[in-house]
Structure formats: C-alpha cells, structure tokens
C-alpha cells in the first residue's frame, strides 16, 4: 500500500543508514566534536559559504524555534502564513519557548508578500503593541508551491529596511532548491535570507536538521542557544552521518527531484479522472486536488492520505505527497484506483 499522506512516512534511504552503521562501529568524542560533524558541517558551508556558522540539531521544530530564538527578544513578534508549521503544527512551540507572539496572515497560495506586511508597521514604536523583528516563511510552503527567487528577495529586502530578519522554514528545501535550479546558496543567501532550517528528515534522513547563520554574525552564541534548548546531542555523530551522506554527491538533490517528478506523473494522471480537480500544478512534491467527499474514505482505504480542508458543497480539498522512495508503478496505481472509485 503506497502512502500518500506525507513524506515523513518513507523509510530512511540505504546510504544513510549506512553512513549511521558506519559511524557505530568504534568510539568517538562527544557533542559534535567528532570526524563526522565536521565533514557534515564543511559540505553545508561548501554549498552556502565558509563562513556561515552551521549547528545540527534533532528535528525541525526544533530547528525553528532555536532559529528564531537566536532573532528574538520577548517583546517581539514573528509574521507568518497562517498555514506555516510553526503556527499551525508545532504545538505552539515556538511562542513557548521564545517568548514572542506569532502574527499569522491569510494567503491563497502560502506566500507571504510585502505588500500585506505594511499595515504591521503601523504598530513599531507602540508600546501597547508586539514589535515585529522576524518574516518568516517556509519553503516549499505547506501549499506546495516555492518561492520564486524575486520574491524572497522583496520579503528579504522589505525585512531588512525595517530592521526585522527573514528567516526560512526549509524542511522540504532540497525539493525547492531542485525546482529552482539546484543551486542552494544563489536561492537563499543570494536573496537576503537571514536563517536557514536546513531539512533533512523529510528528504531520506532518520531525523537530523541543520540550523545555518546565513547572516554570520547572528550565529556566534548560538551554540549557548542550542545547549539550553535540549538540542544538542551527546552522539552527535549519528545525526551528523546522515547530514554527511545526504550531501555527498549531491544525494539530496537526487532524491528531492525525484520526489517532484513523482509529483508531476500524478497530477498529470489525476487531472485525467472524472471527478478530479487539481488545486493548482504542482511546484515540488505536493499536490492538493479537490475529491468528492463520499470517494474519498474510499481510496484513503487504498492509498493513505490527508483531507486537507473539509468543503461544504459535498467535495473537500485534499493533500498527496510524494516521497525519495515513491514509484511509477505507485503513482500509476494510485491513479488506476481514483478511477475505479470515482468510475
């Protein structure tokens, strides 16, 4: 049964559970201090620059709110869609433990956009009012669609006059990256961006992120900043070696468009069944398609997947997510299903 609900369900990829066998077999110095870390660490500063302090840590939400932290003083604010992770799906984790308000705006497509950030400055010098400090987006965006360099740039350079930070939720970035080229550090650095959470996870690894101080200067105490936030492991070797094996020789990015290409083949076959409505082409590994309500237990019996927003005119909006590991022949059958039961 092939598993469309979301990329966090695929399996680790080979290499990186060889990479994790690999660093096990003898002992090695603790808390980064090891061969591994420091070969993970020069391959991400290879792709974005020497000097951009790196630091690995567990999970990604983990990655974001330590990011963020790094940004905040407690009187601050954080701008968001209102369908980002760190609003909707983090627990509230990121105004626990940073202390700041998160200002969540509504958008079609998940992209935020200068122009709907103006009215937030109405409130900087107002001392009954949050302070915005931090823009932060994600992607992919959780709508599936990327970023366009020209826009991460206006967000960027909007940030930057009002003395705020653009800070950048990447768990699927390596799906976006490929979208826009391949080439990592011309789509995020290039463009302004301020923090990076490198995503690994969701791209083959077993759970490892990385977070990177595009801007160097907001990197240097950051290491106190993980320590405090219970992210900084002992081994850290085995959640380097699978930063270290996704990065050589370009895996990540082999994998990541895959995963797109994978997304394409099933919309292209989706939006051939009766029934089927495409919310919009997809742009990396999601796709999101309007289904008729009754339809759709009937193939989340097949093919697992997410009811993304319930609808009211009998057909409600759903998410397929593609994966490292998803195949043809997957695709190829989940299609054949839609129209067994949409027929």
């Given at each position: ?42 391959r991400v500063q290879a792709l974005l620059g020497a000097d951009v302090p790196a630091f690995v ?185 699978q930063v270290d094996a996704l990065l050589a020789d370009g895996l990540w990015l082999r994998l ?88």
């Amino acid at each position: 049964m092939a598993n469309f609900a979301s990329d966090n369900t695929a399996p680790v990829h080979p290499e990186v559970l060889k990479a994790v066998a690999a660093a096990n077999e003898r002992h090695a110095p603790a808390y980064g201090d090891d061969p591994w870390t420091e070969r993970a660490l020069s391959r991400v500063q290879a792709l974005l620059g020497a000097d951009v302090p790196a630091f690995v840590v567990w999970n990604g939400t983990g990655a974001n709110v330590l990011g963020l932290s790094a940004l905040l003083r407690p009187r601050d604010a954080i701008i968001c869609a209102e369908d980002a992770h760190i609003h909707a799906d983090e627990g509230g984790a990121p105004e626990r433990f940073t202390g700041a308000k998160l200002i969540d705006l509504p958008t079609p497509d998940g992209k935020l956009r200068p122009a709907q950030l103006e009215p937030l400055l109405a409130a900087i010098g107002d001392q009954h009012h949050v302070q915005p400090r931090v823009v932060a987006i994600t992607q992919s965006t959780e709508r599936g669609t990327v970023y366009a360099p020209a826009e991460i740039r206006a967000l960027a350079d909007w940030a930057h006059r009002h003395r705020m930070y653009l800070h950048v939720d990447g768990a699927r970035i390596a799906n976006a990256t490929v979208a826009l080229g391949g080439d990592l550090r011309a789509t995020t650095r290039a463009l302004g961006v301020d923090v990076l959470s490198f995503g690994f996870t969701k791209n083959g690894g077993m759970g490892a992120e990385v977070v990177c101080f595009l801007d160097p200067a907001l990197g240097e105490e950051f290491r106190f900043v993980r320590k405090q936030g219970m992210q900084l492991a002992s081994k850290m070797r085995y959640l380097s070696a699978q930063v270290d094996a996704l990065l050589a020789d370009g895996l990540w990015l082999r994998l990541a468009e895959h995963a797109n290409a994978m997304a394409r083949r099933l919309a292209a076959g989706a939006a051939k069944v009766p029934g089927v409505r495409l919310a919009c082409p997809p742009e990396a590994n999601a796709i999101f398609a309007h289904l008729p309500d009754a339809a759709i237990p009937r193939l989340q019996a097949r093919h697992p997947f997410y009811v993304w927003k319930q609808g009211s005119d009998g057909t409600s909006e759903v998410r397929w997510m593609c994966s490292w590991d998803t195949t043809e022949g997957e695709v190829d059958e989940f299609v054949q299903a839609m129209g067994e039961v949409l027929g």
